[in-house]
T-cell receptor, first 116, second 109 residues
Framework: GAVVSQHPSRVICKSGTSVKIECRSL??????MFWYRQFPKQSLMLMAT?????????EQGVEKDKFLINHASLTLSTLTVTSAHPEDSSFYIC????????????FGQGTRLTVV | DAKTTQPPSMDCAEGRAANLPCNHS???????VYWYRQIHSQGPQYIIH???NNETNEMASLIITEDRKSSTLILPHATLRDTAVYYC??????????FGAGTTVTVRA
């Protein structure tokens, strides 16, 4: 299957700082990327959908000013957690889907964010 | 989105086939059934998907009932590395994947 790479895989930051997570599709052009969050012992929760060159669409209850998503190219989307707080500590996962009728979405390996 | 129902957990013996059931009684005619799995602390891995017909690939087989209200994922020869949480998802037309609780599969030697 196609490869989606996330960076970093782990990050620890201080409360009040911002953290950027990158999601790259390595061998295909991703017209759509999705961002998920997963708390311990819970399932993945969709945060937002981003299409290349347009504004992200956020799920209900997700603060768009806190979780900034940029999908500037067909191979890169970034999620910036602004003014992070300990409750933002979670496992953040992106997925990417190639356009042109492709059905499968492929996932990155995830980023473990710890806010101290 | 159509909801899915899966058993919370199941055990399987190494080398035997693992049959994972999923109910999706409210599925619409143009909605696909997807299966992903997530090994601890990793991103989900795509397994297989289908619409009406049974599907098979190098990882698994997907059997969809004729009325499409349920399906079964079959891992033909389970190994210890197949221990994971398996998610059955009905994919909406907007390509969003909504994850439920899944089935925690434990393969035992």
């Amino acid at each position: 299957g196609a490869v989606v790479s996330q960076h970093p895989s782990r990050v620890i930051c201080k409360s009040g700082t911002s953290v950027k997570i990158e999601c790259r599709s390595l061998d295909f052009q991703a017209t759509t990327m999705f961002w998920y969050r997963q708390f311990p012992k819970q399932s993945l929760m969709l945060m937002a959908t981003s299409n290349e060159g347009s504004k992200a669409t956020y799920e209900q209850g997700v603060e768009k000013d806190k979780f900034l998503i940029n999908h500037a190219s067909l191979t890169l989307s970034t999620l910036t957690v602004t003014s992070a707080h300990p409750e933002d500590s979670s496992f953040y996962i992106c997925s990417a889907r190639e356009g042109r009728g492709a059905s499968e979405a492929f996932f990155g390996q995830g980023t473990r964010l710890t806010v101290v | 989105d159509a909801k899915t129902t899966q058993p919370p957990s199941m055990d399987c013996a190494e080398g035997r086939a693992a049959n994972l059931p999923c109910n999706h009684s409210t599925i619409s005619g143009n909605e696909y059934v997807y299966w992903y799995r997530q090994i601890h602390s990793q991103g989900p891995q795509y397994i297989i998907h289908g619409l009406k017909n049974n599907e098979t690939n190098e990882m698994a087989s997907l059997i969809i009932t004729e009325d499409r209200k349920s399906s079964t994922l079959i891992l033909p020869h389970a190994t210890l590395r197949d221990t994971a949480v398996y998610y059955c998802i009905v994919r909406a037309n907007d390509y969003k994947l909504s994850f439920g609780a899944g089935t925690t599969v434990t393969v035992r030697a």
